[in-house]
């Protein structure tokens, strides 16, 4: 996988990359935390993508209870994902037939054996909050998310775990503080539209650019509104014109 030379990885999208100051730092433990329906999958299916396309192992740890056809049919009309054939080139890890009955240690096993045996650079867990619920105490997801943190760092791979998060409520969980990049997706549900942000929470070792971004969710994904993300966030006039423009 092509990794940049300051040692970060494009999650696909440019403003997103420039927002981060280049991409995502290699061997990280990402949260892309936010509400239902603000586009917390497909920003992680972004970013798959792009690691398959630059040649990298990718893989979907998937907890979500669905098979992986119907969400294969639920995404496939995404241009960079269902028509490129990426999808399937995905390595896919169903962790929710019994996922409840499973231990945190053995979970964790068998994340860690798949990104080893495949040479995973970039992991994607949806969603993560499945596995949090199993926890016995604080203490002991602590545990799991310190040991799943230094398996990425050993096995160079970037770690995104998603989940429906509601800030400032949830931040004090330990996923939340353990990660290195908070991704935070929101929306806005208006008479006429929904308004859909993201705004960086917290990234460790690095600037970023600050503020909510407006975007649209399209066939070809993630779509910014405005200019440029380095006017440090929205104007919501400007947004709302740039989804229903003046006639």
Aim: contains cysteine; proline residues 3%.
């Amino acid at each position: 996988m092509d990794i940049e030379p300051d040692g970060r990885i494009s999650t696909g999208l440019d403003w997103l990359d420039t927002m981060l100051g280049g991409g995502l730092a290699k061997q990280s433990l990402v949260v892309l935390a936010g509400v239902p329906g603000s586009g917390k999958s497909i920003l992680a299916f972004h970013i798959l993508a792009q690691a398959v396309q630059n040649g990298g192992n990718a893989m979907l740890v998937t907890t979500t209870h669905q098979p992986v056809s119907k969400m294969r049919t639920q995404y496939s009309n995404l241009s960079f994902l269902g028509p490129t054939g990426i999808f399937d080139r995905l390595e896919i890890l169903e962790l929710d037939t019994d996922i409840e009955g499973d231990s945190l240690l053995r979970l964790l096993n068998s994340i860690v054996s798949r990104v080893q045996e495949h040479k995973v650079g970039v992991a994607v867990i949806d969603s993560f909050r499945a596995i949090s619920d199993v926890a016995r105490s604080r203490g002991q997801l602590w545990r799991f998310l310190g040991t799943l943190s230094a398996q990425l760092v050993e096995n160079n791979c970037v770690g995104l775990l998603v989940g429906e998060y509601n800030f400032p409520r949830d931040l004090d969980l330990p996923e939340l503080a353990m990660a290195d990049l908070v991704i935070y997706l929101e929306v806005d549900r208006l008479v006429s539209t929904d308004l859909r942000t993201l705004r960086i929470y917290k990234m460790r070792g690095g600037k970023y650019i600050e503020g909510r971004q407006a975007f649209q969710v399209t066939n070809d994904g993630i779509m910014f509104l405005g200019s440029s993300p380095e006017q440090g966030g929205i104007d919501l006039e400007d947004a709302f014109e740039s989804i229903w423009p003046a006639e």
